[in-house]
């Protein structure tokens, strides 16, 4: 009985760390990829860059890019964060889903999917969010996110 009260608390353990791997993933870039990044995204003086991406479509269970070209109520979203010297912009695997969206100022492909192979394709979601600072620390999380969420991001990048 001892041994099953075990198993079933190292499992619940792997569970929870499991669950957990989808947030707070950081760590520094390199400087080459800081530079392709700040080239990539256009982020030149902010402390901060925000990158609001979407996956694949064949990672989420509802089609994601349906309302891709409406895209106010990811603007409002993080406007009313208030946020202070932080460049957001919009990252899309599928480009050809959101060609009509993709400005190259705001609104990116995932050039060669790099976005998607450096950061996100180890849990499938609809979206995901990057944080870097200008140092290039980074914090990052897939799935669906609250306001909260990127507070918390941002404030990991600062320690």
Not at 17 to 36: H, M, P, R, S
Not at 50 to 62: A, G, M
Not at 88 to 115: G, M, P, T, W
Request: charged share 30%; hydrophobic share 35%; glycine share 2%.
């Amino acid at each position: 009985m001892k041994k099953l009260i075990l198993l079933i608390l190292v499992l619940s353990f792997f569970e929870l760390f499991a669950q957990n791997d989808k947030y707070d993933l950081g760590g520094k870039l390199t400087k080459a990829e800081l530079i392709f990044i700040k080239k990539r995204f256009n982020w030149i003086e902010e402390n901060y860059l925000i990158i609001n991406y979407r996956q694949p479509k064949t990672y989420c269970h509802y089609n994601q890019y349906r309302k891709v070209n409406s895209s106010m109520w990811f603007e409002n979203y993080f406007s009313e964060l208030k946020l202070q010297n932080t460049r957001v912009v919009y990252s899309y695997f599928e480009s050809k889903l959101a060609r009509k969206k993709i400005d190259n100022k705001d609104y990116f492909e995932d050039q060669n999917k790099y976005l998607f192979n450096r950061f996100f394709n180890k849990i499938k979601s609809c979206y995901a969010v990057l944080v870097i600072n200008k140092n290039g620390e980074f914090q990052h999380m897939n799935g669906e996110y609250y306001k909260e969420d990127i507070l918390r991001l941002i404030d990991k990048t600062k320690k």
